[in-house]
């Protein structure tokens, strides 16, 4: 889906330094433009949304929490935050998670840095502002020298090693980009002097984490991944500047957080374009309920299909597509043999809770994966030997020379 729309922008208007929410807003230029670099009030994004509260709430919880545990020197304090959330204005869904949070969440008083920290450097990736407290995505100071910035949740330093913590509150486990961690790495490396940097995401509903390391040597290519971004960033605003046309991008991952009239959803409106931006949560019903309406159908027709060609050969569909049951078998291994074939014996169960091995399958795609080494030639073979072969038919709808092919 490519589209257009202009976003009028001041051309004395200061640029912000590039930060890892910027880099994500350039993936869509009409977003980028409006979000940071337009003064007009229509076209200010505004995300009203629960979950961004929630997510300011959260943040502000665990800031003051951590700043407490630091100035009482305690690994953790749960009451501290009873009284604290009976004292603070938040969404229920923030005290939720920070009630569950305080069952667990502890911390060493002595490696912690700071809280909030706001991080910046110039050009040359030399060290600017360096303050604690900030506000998240917004800049303490305005620096005309400042190239790139970052505001860390949580900064700890142990030795030749720091950690970010970075608080992720919402509901999935994915929407996370390889960019950020390595931004917040060169914010870090630029001012102190560590040689290692783990990057960690926290998933607080998950009580997950995902830790990434970063080594000074790294910076060879972050810092021109840096460097490229801002030149996207320079090139986007002399875009925007000039008056030109902007490119609107839906896959970029912005739409959810965006409110600006998109030229791609005035395509739906008309028909030329199926399926909109996700920007409103009824957005979000509508194609849920086409998905779930489609798969449904998917389901149905399947099983039909299946019925009918159970007893009739393939059908020819037009344009040189078939669709046919294919009869094929799947290989299952159970655990004993599997074991007894590795050298460890033939054990019935396991030595703990008494689990009949037999039963216990083993993945026939791991298993295939060793056996194919050259190291391990007669591996297959053997494999055959133990093989439980599951016959079942495949529905398959495909180009009739890929079944020649195949045969």
């Avoid at 090693?161 to 870090?188: C, F, L, W």
């Avoid at 014996?345 to 194919?372: C, N």
């Amino acid at each position: 889906m490519q589209s257009t729309a202009i976003v009028r922008v001041a051309g004395d208007r200061p640029a912000t330094p590039l930060s890892k929410s910027i880099e994500r807003a350039l993936g869509c230029e009409l977003y980028f433009a409006g979000h940071y670099l337009s003064d007009e009030p229509a076209v200010r994004l505004l995300d009203s949304s629960g979950m961004a509260q929630t997510g300011t709430d959260f943040h502000a919880y665990r800031a003051a929490y951590i700043d407490h545990l630091v100035a009482s020197q305690q690994r953790m304090d749960p009451d501290w935050v009873v009284r604290h959330l009976g004292a603070t204005s938040m969404t229920d869904d923030a005290r939720d998670l920070a009630l569950r949070d305080a069952e667990s969440y502890s911390i060493d008083p002595d490696l912690v840095y700071g809280t909030e920290v706001y991080l910046s450097v110039d050009e040359t990736f030399r060290p600017l502002d360096c303050i604690t407290g900030a506000t998240p995505g917004r800049s303490p100071v305005r620096n005309p020298l400042a190239f790139a910035h970052a505001t860390l949740d949580l900064l700890q330093i142990d030795g030749d090693e720091a950690r970010i913590d970075d608080y992720k509150t919402g509901y999935s486990t994915q929407n996370v980009r390889p960019y950020e961690p390595a931004h917040q790495a060169a914010m870090v490396l630029a001012h102190f002097p560590v040689n290692r940097v783990t990057f960690r995401w926290e998933f607080i509903r998950a009580k997950a984490s995902r830790p990434l390391i970063y080594e000074r040597a790294d910076l060879d290519w972050i810092h021109p991944r840096i460097v490229n971004a801002g030149r996207r960033y320079a090139a986007i605003r002399a875009k925007a500047v000039a008056g030109l046309e902007l490119s609107v991008n839906p896959m970029a991952g912005n739409c959810g957080y965006c409110q600006l009239s998109c030229p791609i959803r005035d395509g739906v409106r008309s028909g030329l374009i199926a399926i909109a931006p996700l920007q409103t949560e009824a957005d979000a019903r509508t194609l849920a309920t086409s998905v779930y309406v489609a798969e449904q159908f998917a389901k149905v027709s399947k099983d039909a299909l299946k019925s009918y060609l159970d007893s009739h050969p393939a059908v020819e569909l037009g344009n040189g597509f078939v669709v046919e049951m294919v009869p094929t078998s799947r290989n299952s291994y159970s655990l004993s043999r599997v074991l007894a074939l590795l050298g460890f014996g033939s054990p019935e169960t396991s030595a703990q809770w008494d689990v009949p091995l037999k039963s216990v399958g083993v993945s026939a795609t791991d298993l295939h994966r060793f056996a194919g080494a050259k190291k391990r030639a007669g591996m297959r073979d053997a494999l055959e030997g133990i093989a439980n072969r599951t016959p079942y038919s495949e529905l398959k709808i495909h180009k009739a020379a890929e079944r020649e092919d195949a045969a």
